[in-house]
T-cell receptor, first 119, second 114 residues
Framework: AQKVTQAQTEISVVEKEDVTLDCVYETRDTTYYLFWYKQPPSGELVFLIRRNSFDEQNEISGRYSWNFQKSTSSFNFTITASQVVDSAVYFCALSEAGGRGSTLGRLYFGRGTQLTVWP | GAGVSQSPRYKVAKRGQDVALRCDPISGHVSLFWYQQALGQGPEFLTYFQNEAQLDKSGLPSDRFFAERPEGSVSTLKIQRTQQEDSAVYLC????????????FGPGTRLTVT
C-alpha cells in the first residue's frame, strides 16, 4: 500500500492564482516526519519543509504555507500568488521513526504533482 | 558550501554492461541514501549508510545492485549486467542523521540501458 498519496497528477494555474497541493499519508508509527520537496525541470530535488508528528502548527514561509492535520492524515501545501518560477514537480514524503531500525531515515515519496504556472 | 555531487550525470550502457555511479555527500553528513526514480514517478528507496555501515539494503531490486561506502564518505552504486528496466535516474542524498533529518539530494545520474 502507498504510504504517501498525491492524488493530483497535474495542476495548471495562471500566474497570481493560489494553488493547493494535496498529500495524504499512512503510517502506524506515532513518531514520524513529513516533508515537501520541489523538483524543477533541472531535476534536482530541493528541500522545502519538514514537520514532525507532534507539531501540528501550520507554517507560513513567504508565499508558501503548509497545513498539517493528523485527524485526516494530510499535509497540504499552498502556494499563494503563484509565479511561473513555481512550475515544477512537487513531492510529499514520509519518514518513520517508530523504532524499527531498518526503516529509520528512508523517505517514502508520493508520485508527485506536476504544477504548471502560466504567465 | 558544496552540495551533494554525483557523477557521471548521464550514462548510456549497453545491456549486459556493468556501471558504477558515484556520490560525493556533503562534508560531515554521516547518512547517505540512494534512490531510484523512474520517469514520472517519485523516488524509490534503494539503500542507505550510516558512516561506512550499510544499515538497510532492502530496496535494492536484485543482487545485480551493489552499493558501498568504504571510508564513510564517497559512495558508489554498482549495477552489474545492466538490463533495460534499470534505466532510471539514480539519486543520492545525504543528511546529518537518520530519522527526521532533511535529506539533501544530488543532481542524479540518468542511466539509459540500450
Amino acid at each position: 500500500a502507498q504510504k504517501v498519496t498525491q492524488a493530483q497528477t497535474e495542476i495548471s494555474v495562471v500566474e497570481k492564482e493560489d494553488v493547493t497541493l494535496d498529500c495524504v499519508y499512512e503510517t502506524r508509527d506515532t513518531t514520524y516526519y513529513l516533508f515537501w520537496y520541489k523538483q524543477p525541470p533541472s531535476g534536482e530535488l530541493v528541500f522545502l519543509i519538514r514537520r514532525n508528528s507532534f507539531d501540528e502548527q501550520n507554517e507560513i514561509s513567504g508565499r508558501y504555507s503548509w497545513n498539517f492535520q493528523k485527524s485526516t492524515s494530510s499535509f497540504n501545501f499552498t502556494i499563494t500568488a503563484s509565479q511561473v518560477v513555481d512550475s515544477a514537480v512537487y513531492f510529499c514524503a514520509l519518514s518513520e521513526a517508530g523504532g524499527r531500525g531498518s526503516t529509520l531515515g528512508r523517505l517514502y515519496f508520493g508520485r508527485g504533482t506536476q504544477l504548471t504556472v502560466w504567465p | 558550501g558544496a552540495g551533494v555531487s554525483q557523477s557521471p550525470r548521464y550514462k548510456v550502457a549497453k545491456r549486459g554492461q556493468d556501471v558504477a555511479l558515484r556520490c560525493d555527500p556533503i562534508s560531515g553528513h554521516v547518512s547517505l541514501f540512494w534512490y531510484q526514480q523512474a520517469l514520472g514517478q517519485g523516488p524509490e528507496f534503494l539503500t542507505y549508510f550510516q558512516n561506512e555501515a550499510q544499515l538497510d539494503k532492502s530496496g535494492l531490486p536484485s543482487d545485480r545492485f551493489f552499493a558501498e561506502r568504504p571510508e564513510g564518505s564517497v559512495s558508489t552504486l554498482k549495477i552489474q549486467r545492466t538490463q533495460q528496466e534499470d534505466s532510471a535516474v539514480y539519486l543520492c542524498a545525504s543528511s546529518l542523521g537518520l530519522a527526521g533529518y532533511e535529506q539533501y539530494f544530488g543532481p542524479g545520474t540518468r542511466l539509459t540501458v540500450t
